[in-house]
């Protein structure tokens, strides 16, 4: 009765991974319980998400071919452009479809942007890519497009891209927070994005920095952002909590790959109870004033809390 914070399928946004192909279930090793799809089985997969009414899925694609433009992120018959029409066919609106706005699953060097002739990842150029990349999402169906980039000035072009193009409709969850962190590794092994030079600290963000991350986030509110996100999760409450005190736009929180990689690593040596401490984690960041929590353990959660 006096609890505070209650967790509900409603919170969750479940992020997927489609890869070409057909029959494709595979598991992530580094992630017990994830799999890539080819966009067959995804359409199955999702069908189980809206049976659990989780309200989102967030889609990120492995494309067949990868270069130094990314040319796969931004074409009509890419991987995720065609998952989204199949899934928007299938489901309609029981399922809201975000993706992933991001050039690293796509380039041959892995970064997540447009890199120069001595290594230099080039922030403009990266953008009018990016944006293309947003608009195709949109065309293809997708309601929401997330840039994770952090490419500095993205969120203004992707909207007006958007904009000028007919998807005035289309809303963007900024990756506004997001952090040169340590706990995606687990995700570069499933989307096969691990940059193969440097690191990502150019444009990524200090994770020392809390007022740094709370004038990231006003900027990118500031270009149009309709939802920002903090990222990581679990590591990063106090940037959470603060964002929720000082912006009125819906918060996420992405509980990465590592956060969800060292739960299943503990609990499959019997370390930890899996049930109650997802639970706990997932509460946490909810209470630190996530409005919207984007986990690996989504329909595991949902079913734990339907079984009380
Ligand atoms: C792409 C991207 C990453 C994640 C989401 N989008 C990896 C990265 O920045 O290297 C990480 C998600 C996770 O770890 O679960 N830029």
Same mark, same amino acid.
């Given at each position: ?179 040169? /962190? ?74 990465? /790959? ?51």
């Amino acid at each position: 009765m006096v609890r505070e914070t209650h967790l509900t399928a409603n919170d969750f946004v479940y992020p997927m991974f489609v890869q070409h192909g057909g029959g494709v279930v595979q598991e992530v090793p580094s992630m017990p319980g994830v799999y890539r799809y080819s966009p067959d089985t995804l359409l199955k997969a999702v069908e189980e998400v809206v049976e659990l009414g989780i309200p989102a899925i967030l889609l990120f694609g492995i494309p067949k071919h990868k270069d130094e433009f990314a040319s796969e992120a931004y074409a009509d018959d890419g991987i995720v452009q065609n998952a989204v029409r199949q899934i928007k066919r299938s489901f309609g609106s029981d399922i809201i479809v975000i993706t992933d706005v991001c050039l690293c699953g796509y380039t041959s060097h892995g970064h997540c942007g447009i890199v120069s002739e001595d290594g230099i990842v080039l922030n403009d150029a990266t953008i009018d890519v990016l944006s293309k990349v947003a608009v195709s999402h949109a065309a293809a169906g997708a309601d929401i497009v997330a840039p994770s980039d952090m490419m500095d000035g993205r969120v203004r072009a992707i909207r007006n891209a958007l904009d000028e193009n007919g998807f005035e409709h289309v809303a963007i969850m900024s990756y506004a927070a997001k952090m040169a /962190s340590s706990f995606y590794g687990p995700f570069r092994e499933a989307a096969e994005s691990a940059p193969q030079f440097g690191d990502r600290k150019s444009y990524q963000m200090d994770y020392a920095n809390r007022r740094e991350a709370m004038r990231e986030i006003a900027i990118d509110i500031e270009e149009g952002a309709d939802i920002v996100m903090v990222k990581p999760a679990l590591a990063y409450l106090d940037v959470i909590c603060e964002a929720r005190r000082r912006f009125d736009v819906p918060i996420a929180a992405y509980n990465v /790959s590592g956060e969800y990689a060292m739960v299943k690593a503990a609990a499959m040596n019997g370390w930890l109870n899996e049930r109650d401490i997802v639970i706990e984690i997932l509460t946490a960041i909810k209470r630190a004033g996530a409005d919207l929590i984007l986990t690996y353990f989504a329909k595991d959660a949902v079913r734990w809390l339907r079984e009380g």
